[in-house]
C-alpha cells in the first residue's frame, strides 16, 4: 500500500527529520509540509493525504484542534516532545505516537500501523472527538469551523446562539452562520453554563444577547435577542432561564 503523507510541525528541523526518515521507507510520498495547523487542515482538504505526521503543539491550532476538524478524513500519527498528551492521543485514536527524540525505526513502525489500520478498512472517529483528547482548561474560548479548505475561527464570546439541524449545529456569529458536523449536547458541554443556556431542545442562548422575555400571539415564551431575533423557549428552558438570571 502506497502511503501518502503530509508532515506537519511549526519547526523546520523536525519537518526536515521525519522527511529523511520517510526516504528510508518504501512506498511512501510526501505529498505537503505545513508549517500550521491551517496549512494542514488546506491539505487535506485540497490534496487528500492518507496519513497525518502531526505535531500536538504548534501555534494558531493545536495537533487536536487540527484532528478535531479533519479527524474522519486521514489518518494521523502524533508526534510531540511532550509525554503528557500519550493518553489523550490514542483515545482520539491516532494510529500512533511518537515522543521526541525518536529514531528511524520506530517512525518506520508507525507507517507499518498505519498500513495495517488501512488495510483493514478500519474507520476513524468523529471529528468531535478531538476534543475530549484537549488538555482540560476549562470551558472553550473558541470555536473551530471546516469550510472546505478554510478554517473560521469564532471566539465564544461573539457567538449569539448555536441552534441544532439535523445532524448538525448552526452558529450564528457576528450576523453570520456556521455549520459543524456536531450534536447541541456536544456543544453544549463545552460552554460556560453560567453564560449559555439551552432555552429550547433546538437552542442554546448567549445571555448577554437576551434583551427580554415575551409571550406571543399563542402564550408561547420567546426570548427576544438584542438585535430582534426572536428564538423559542420551553418550558424546560424557562425555568433554566430564571435560574441563571436569578428569578
Do not use: W
Not at 474507520?123 to 472527538?129: G, Y
Not at 461573539?158 to 439535523?166: C, E, F, G, T
Not at 430582534?228 to 425555568?239: C, H, V
Amino acid at each position: 500500500m502506497r502511503l501518502r503523507i503530509a508532515i506537519v510541525d511549526d519547526e523546520d528541523l523536525a519537518r526536515a527529520v521525519v522527511r529523511e526518515y520517510l526516504a528510508g521507507i518504501a512506498d511512501v510520498e510526501v505529498v505537503a509540509e505545513c508549517g500550521n495547523g491551517f496549512e494542514a487542515v488546506k491539505a487535506v482538504s485540497e490534496l487528500k493525504p492518507d496519513l497525518l505526521i502531526l505535531d500536538v503543539q504548534m501555534p494558531k491550532l493545536n495537533g487536536f484542534e487540527v484532528l478535531e476538524l479533519v479527524g474522519r478524513d486521514v489518518a494521523v500519527v502524533f508526534v510531540t516532545a511532550y509525554d503528557q498528551y500519550a493518553i489523550r492521543a490514542f483515545e482520539v485514536h491516532a494510529v500512533d505516537y511518537l515522543l521526541k527524540p525518536f529514531s528511524a525505526e520506530r517512525l518506520a513502525a508507525a507507517i507499518d500501523r498505519v498500513r495495517e489500520r488501512l488495510g483493514r478498512g478500519e474507520t476513524l472517529p468523529p471529528p468531535h472527538l478531538a476534543a475530549d483528547g484537549q488538555p482540560a482548561a476549562g470551558h472553550t474560548r473558541r470555536v473551530l469551523v471546516r469550510d472546505g479548505p478554510r478554517v473560521h475561527v469564532l471566539a465564544v464570546e461573539k457567538i449569539d446562539y448555536v441552534q441544532a439541524q439535523d445532524d448538525y449545529v448552526c452558529f450564528r456569529c457576528e450576523g453570520k452562520e456556521y455549520l459543524k458536523e456536531q450534536t447541541l449536547a456536544e456543544v453544549e458541554t463545552t460552554l460556560d453554563p453560567a453564560k449559555f443556556v439551552r432555552i429550547h431542545r433546538s437552542f442554546v442562548l448567549n445571555l448577554d444577547r437576551l434583551a427580554r422575555v415575551e409571550l406571543d400571539e399563542r402564550e408561547n415564551r420567546v426570548a427576544m435577542l438584542s438585535d430582534g431575533k426572536r428564538l423559542p423557549i420551553s418550558r424546560a428552558g424557562y425555568t433554566r432561564l430564571n435560574e441563571l438570571l436569578g428569578k
